[in-house]
């Protein structure tokens, strides 16, 4: 590779935080124009050395190259002047502001007297808009826009500012099939404009789709970069673990008990409609779906979350009416929620503060909490989750990403509950652990317990549910048994139409 194709590269990148080693002499190149992966287990070091380039971090030692010279921002904001942004799951916009406010904040346009010239600001996003060829009102106000649309205006905000690079942070996590299509179309096209995009995710399959080669970092080291094209999903994910990964769904058989949960007729104006379905003590419920179909209200509303307008449910086979989620705690419900970050965790506490919260009124006696079964059983936890931490002690807002979701799933996986609601139990968390997670599904299903499951995983929700229901607009568009469901089969039936087939493999 001559020198000329290179655009930003790294040499012996290293950062030490307190107690992590999270890169470790970290070498490699990016070309001009490509579309570059970057995939690693949780923790593995992807976002703290994304967090490097753009000067949100700054490296304990080694150079980071960008067009031949080295650089050293100091801030998101320096990167980004000089051509290198980033988009993370958590955006950067002012939800008040217009799109068009937010695209030009910081770098308005002004007429001589230094006066903000919105007319030129407006006319410049609307121009951006249809570059992109994408429908927004460049009027509108950002809180009112869904994911997607944020992230659009995010790309247009660093076109704005002529990003020669676009780093985007597990970009599709949040968004629906088509928005994910309407993302790598994006993706396409600033490449054909020369622009190179680096890609971080934890969907090996998205991949293959959108990128041209693809490095892996393990445990912060730099294992090694490939053309996509030239490798299997299966070698990828050997040079993420480290192993061979074979067992990729350890599914046990079930032996379904009396019935635990029925919901009869539930309605939620414009939410959801007559929804009906029954389950039983031993069995997992898969929920699919494409993302805005009800699947996640569902669950909030069987949770006490969302009130609602007709529609009985019984839990094991006595009517019960859940306002809150104290109440449906009460009657052993438990829910682990899409957004974990915002509703599942206390970023200021430990790992161990974290995992022992909801045991806490188990192991406490007479008020005096027992601090060693509480380390014992938090210990187990990181370990069987494979936890990334330094210590039980460390503050969860240093874990990565995937690291804060599985202390949420720990949390609930260490409490003893009756019903499982899980909304999408494994986004955001690398092959490895998803499979140590459906362990723990197992686990909880042999201890007697029912699990109704929300996922947009179809080779996982085919592969762990007993059944599966299938929604769509909010309405049950059927269910399907264990021996009926395909990935055809729930796709007919999540879209309505066959040709629109999701991503699936
Ligand atoms: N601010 C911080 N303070 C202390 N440790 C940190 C901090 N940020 C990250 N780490 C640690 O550095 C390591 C790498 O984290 P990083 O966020 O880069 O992982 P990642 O590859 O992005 O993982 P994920 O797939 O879970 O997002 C982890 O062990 C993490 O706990
Ligand atoms: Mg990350």
């Not at 700054?58 to 100091?74: A, C, N, R, W």
């Not at 002012?94 to 406010?101: D, K, R, W």
């Not at 006595?318 to 957004?339: D, M, T, Y």
């Not at 009756?418 to 998803?434: M, Q, S």
Request: aromatic letters at 6%.
């Amino acid at each position: 590779m001559g020198e000329d194709d290179v655009i930003l590269k790294f040499e012996n990148v290293t950062k030490r935080f307190p107690g992590v080693l999270a890169l470790d002499n970290v070498s490699f190149a990016i070309r001009k124009g490509e579309v570059h992966a970057l995939v690693g287990e949780n923790g593995a070091g992807k976002s703290t050395l994304i967090k490097i380039v753009t000067g949100v971090y700054q490296k304990t030692s080694g150079e980071v190259i960008f067009d031949g010279k080295p650089v050293h921002f100091l801030t998101p904001h320096e990167a980004l002047r000089n051509g290198i942004a980033a988009i993370y799951q958590e955006f950067n916009l002012i939800p008040a502001l217009t799109v068009a406010e937010n695209i030009f904040m910081g770098h308005h346009f002004t007429r001589r007297n230094f006066i903000v010239d919105w007319g030129k600001m407006r006319e410049e996003a609307r121009k951006l808009m249809e570059f992109l060829d994408v429908d927004i009102d460049v009027d509108a106000q950002v809180r009112d826009l869904g994911v997607a649309k944020k992230q659009v205006v995010e790309i247009a905000k660093a076109l704005s500012l002529n990003a020669r690079v676009l780093i985007m942070d597990e970009p599709t996590a949040t968004l629906a099939q088509k928005e994910i299509e309407g993302l790598f179309r994006i993706i396409r096209f600033l490449k054909g404009k020369g622009v190179t995009v680096i890609y971080i995710s934890h969907r090996l399959e998205e991949i293959y789709e959108v990128c041209d080669r693809v490095t892996v970092l393990r445990d912060g080291r730099y294992v090694g970069t490939r053309n996509v094209k030239e490798i299997k999903v299966d070698e990828i994910i050997r040079m993420m673990v480290g192993r061979e990964v074979v067992e990729k769904f350890p599914r046990v058989a079930h032996h379904a008990g009396e019935e635990v949960l029925r919901v009869e007729n539930l309605t939620r104006h414009g939410v959801l409609e007559n929804i009906s379905f029954s389950v039983r003590k031993g069995e997992i419920l898969g929920i699919a779906g494409m993302v805005g179909s009800g699947r996640t209200e569902l669950l909030r509303a069987i949770y006490g979350l969302d009130p609602i307008d007709a529609g009985k449910i019984y839990v094991k086979g006595k009517e019960v009416h859940i306002h809150s989620p104290l109440e449906a705690i009460n009657h052993g419900i438990a829910l682990l929620p899409e957004e974990r970050k915002t509703q599942g965790l206390v970023l200021l506490l430990s790992v161990l503060d974290n995992l022992g919260l909801p045991l806490l009124p188990s192991l406490s006696n007479r008020g005096f909490v027992d601090d060693k079964k509480l380390t014992a059983v938090a210990q187990d936890m990181v370990e069987h989750m494979n936890i990334k931490t330094p210590s039980l002690l460390q503050k969860t807002m240093y874990l990565s990403g995937g690291n804060q979701q599985k202390v949420v799933l720990g949390k609930w996986f260490a409490r003893n509950c009756d019903i499982y609601l899980f909304d999408e139990p494994t986004r955001g968390i690398d092959v490895g652990a998803k499979i140590e997670i459906y362990h723990l599904m197992n686990k909880l299903i042999e201890r007697g317990s029912t699990i109704v499951m929300v996922s947009s995983e179809l080779p996982e929700i085919l592969a762990m549910s007993d059944r599966i229901l299938v929604m769509r607009e909010g309405k049950v568009m059927g269910e399907l048994t264990r021996e009926e469901a395909t990935k055809e089969a729930i796709l007919q039936l999540a879209l309505g139409r066959r040709e629109e087939y999701a991503r699936v493999e």
